[in-house]
């Protein structure tokens, strides 16, 4: 997805990779065809979980952290 590609999805060290799953958790609400594991390694599939539990952003950046 160009979007995941101009946040830097593809870099482990972005700062901005909660910002991703969060984003991508909306997408993933809003189309259904949108498949995250297709785009997210195992780690950032974590990230995604907690982003779509609703949890908070310092949550969200547990797991990105590692």
Known sequence: MRILDLAGAGDLQATATPY???LVSGMAAAE???K????FTPRG???L???RDGGCLAEVFKPARG
Not at 36 to 39: C, V
């Open 49 to 51: 979980e907690v982003a």
């Open 20 to 22: 991703i799953a969060l």
């Open 45 to 47: 599939m974590k990230v």
């Open 36 to 39: 995250p594991a297709d785009h």
């Open 32 to 34: 259904p065809d949108l």
